[in-house]
Nanobody, 121 residues
Framework: VQLQASGGGLVQAGGSLRLSCAAS????????MGWFRQAPGKEREFVAA????????YIQDSVKGRFTISRDNVKNMVYLQMNSLKREDTAVYYC???????????????WGQGTLVTVSS
């Protein structure tokens, strides 16, 4: 699966952004999809993931209640709706595909190029 993330940008604290991930490939609808982020000087961390069917999602505790992951298997798209953004959400955000629903970075086989989200105070 080839992935391309978009939708990043500069936003003030408290604002919202929606990230999109466009996927190509016939296996997309069978893949679990995840969003990860990497802040400067820090390791890449899990943010959210969604099962192939869309029925189950995992959300990192620090963004729970603010971020929502969703997918559209007809359009081959995955989304990350980010509300009430904080400065600590500043990072490069990546979408990724895995054969099963997991929070483990190493289980994701395919990665997009990343999109930068900058939250200003």
């Amino acid at each position: 699966v080839q992935l391309q993330a978009s939708g990043g940008g500069l936003v003030q604290a408290g604002g919202s952004l929606r990230l999109s991930c466009a996927a190509s490939g016939r296996t997309f609808s069978s893949k679990a999809m995840g969003w990860f982020r990497q802040a400067p000087g820090k390791e890449r961390e899990f943010v959210a993931a969604i099962r192939w069917s869309g029925e189950t999602t995992y959300i990192q505790d620090s963004v729970k209640g603010r971020f929502t992951i969703s997918r559209d298997n007809v359009k081959n798209m995955v989304y990350l709706q980010m509300n009430s953004l904080k400065r600590e959400d500043t990072a490069v955000y990546y979408c990724a595909a895995a054969p099963f629903l997991t929070t483990m970075t190493t289980s994701y086989d395919d990665w997009g190029q990343g999109t930068l989200v900058t939250v200003s105070s």
